[in-house]
């Protein structure tokens, strides 16, 4: 069993100051296999003290350097992805689909960072002033279970990109993963306090940084509930917020679609990462004369899904995070049911043989309208809801019709036109015919509008939520 007692801070590990302690357990078998102690707002404030001391050599850093600091950081975490993998699929039920997938691409947009730090221009003459971009300071960032190291990581190259000194509150659920990064991190060998890395709980350490005068921005993802504490928080001290929330994705197949191909596509796009990802198409909107031969397809194509051990090459569902979250999914099953869906496939309770560890069935419901619970709040799980609708009009009026606007899918036979309809969905992005091998492309923004974010994250887009531009007036 793994005992972590320590953060990184200042370029060293050093032992917690906290006092409380959790138990880390494996989702797939319900065994302890770590203790972590906690971190508490002094451990917070230690790390802070040490980013902003490095803060002011680092800000000053040559493009070229923070290039090779990024190449450095890239490499790094390649070198251990072994160990990587090996503590995603025990810590967090990863399975063998998504795992390499995560790893590589939390190397890579460092890499993708790199090139768009290498083409980017710091400073223009507009008139009689010269506008630069200059860091914006200390970066709180806060990232989620569901993907631990890609999220550090993706939050983690802009900053170090634009010449920000970083402390980074990851999940304390994730401490394994974590932990291993932090040890890619030294590896890389950066200047001491560039990173910082606490373990702690969110109402304790995460609290700290959005209050904490000495940090200048705030990056986080989460749940839309808690994103909403951490903008309220850090107004006090007139922090930039970047925010990367909850979605309730729409999947539109459209008339002229492949039924094959778009229920392929659609069961790809609710049940990868063992259905907990913000962008999931969670709403897949169908036209009503063709419900029956696409619930055929999808029925066709769910036995590829299979749910089972995240240590066995064939699955591809894995077990839910935590009993929290198991519990959470059930519940949802349930209201779906309570208020007039019909059950394609799935339901509630454990698949066949895999009641040891928080395995939930992979669901499909029918009969659903957008004014269900399950059509409406983000579920975090292996749950899509079949939606029909009459005319294209009444499937975007429906895909709009959410609190949400992280993510839109389209499955259709004429890209072109898949586009046309892809401009009037209310989101930060929307994948026609394509799945989530793009998404890390370097230079495409990721974020959401409405209730799903403030903020962009990649490329160019990310790379200025770190900067801010100063005008200098001289003649």
């Known amino acids: 069993m793994k005992h972590i007692t320590q953060h990184y801070i200042n370029g060293h590990f050093v032992e917690s100051r906290g006092t409380e302690t959790i138990d880390l357990i494996n989702p797939a078998n319900?065994?302890?296999i770590g203790r972590v102690l906690l971190g508490n707002e002094e451990d917070a404030r230690d790390a802070v003290r040490a980013a902003k001391k490095s803060f002011e050599a680092f800000s000053r850093t040559s493009v070229s350097e923070r290039a090779e600091m990024l190449q450095r950081l890239h490499d790094a975490v390649l070198a251990r992805e072994a160990d990587h993998v090996a503590a995603r699929t025990e810590e967090y039920g990863g399975v063998p689909l998504h795992n390499k997938f995560s790893i590589r691409g939390a190397a890579k947009v460092f890499l993708n960072m790199k090139k768009t730090l290498?083409?980017?221009?710091?400073?223009?003459?507009?008139?009689p002033s010269v506008v630069t971009m200059k860091p914006i300071g200390v970066?709180?960032?806060?990232?989620?279970?569901?993907s631990a190291i890609f999220m550090v990581c993706n939050k983690l190259a802009p900053a170090i990109a634009?010449?920000?000194?970083?402390?980074?509150?990851?999940?304390?659920?994730?401490?394994?993963?974590?932990?291993?990064?932090?040890?890619?991190v030294h590896d890389a060998g950066l200047p001491a306090g560039v990173i910082n890395m606490v373990n702690g709980r969110g109402n304790v350490v995460g609290t700290e940084l959005t209050r904490n005068p000495d940090v200048a921005k705030i990056s986080f993802t989460g749940s839309t509930s808690t994103g909403k504490t951490v903008m309220c928080e850090a107004a006090a001290t007139i922090k930039r917020v970047?925010?990367?929330?909850?979605g309730k994705s729409p999947h539109i197949v459209l008339d002229d679609a492949d039924a094959d191909k778009a229920a392929v596509f659609a069961l790809e796009a609710v049940f990868r990462n063992n259905g907990q990802a913000c962008i999931a198409g969670s709403r897949l909107l169908i036209p009503a004369h063709r419900l029956e031969e696409m619930k055929a397809a999808l029925l066709r194509a769910l036995p590829a899904?299979?749910?089972?051990?995240?240590?066995?090459?064939d699955t591809v569902i894995g077990p839910l995070v935590n009993e929290i979250q198991y519990n959470r999914v059930q519940e949802y099953i349930r209201k779906g049911i309570t208020e007039g869906a019909k059950l394609l496939a799935g339901g509630e309770g454990h698949p066949n043989g895999l009641d040891a560890g928080w395995f939930a069935k992979p669901t499909i419901f029918t009969n659903v309208n957008n004014d269900m619970t399950i059509a409406r709040e983000e579920i975090f799980g292996p749950v899509l809801c079949v939606i029909t609708y009459k005319t294209e009009d009444d499937a975007v009026r429906i895909a709009n019709d959410t609190i949400y606007g992280l993510q839109g899918w389209i499955s259709t036979s004429n890209?072109?036109?898949g586009r046309e309809i892809a401009g009037?969905?209310?989101?930060?992005?929307?994948?026609?015919?394509?799945?989530?091998?793009?998404?890390?492309?370097?230079?495409?923004?990721?974020?959401?509008?409405?209730?799903?974010?403030?903020?962009?994250?990649?490329?160019i887009y990310g790379l200025e939520e770190y900067l801010e531009p100063q005008a200098v007036f001289a003649r």
């Open 415 to 417: 890209s072109e036109h």
């Open 305 to 313: 899904w299979k749910v089972g051990n995240p240590n066995q090459a």
């Open 162 to 184: 634009a010449g920000c000194a970083t402390v980074v509150k990851p999940s304390e659920l994730s401490t394994i993963q974590t932990r291993i990064l932090a040890e890619c």
């Open 118 to 127: 290498e083409n980017y221009s710091f400073s223009k003459r507009l008139g």
């Open 139 to 146: 970066a709180g960032l806060i990232t989620p279970w569901n």
């Open 242 to 246: 970047t925010l990367e929330l909850g």
């Open 30 to 32: 319900k065994r302890v």
């Open 424 to 459: 009037r969905i209310e989101a930060g992005a929307v994948m026609v015919n394509e799945s989530f091998d793009l998404l890390d492309e370097a230079g495409i923004p990721a974020g959401g509008v409405k209730q799903s974010g403030v903020g962009r994250e990649f490329g």
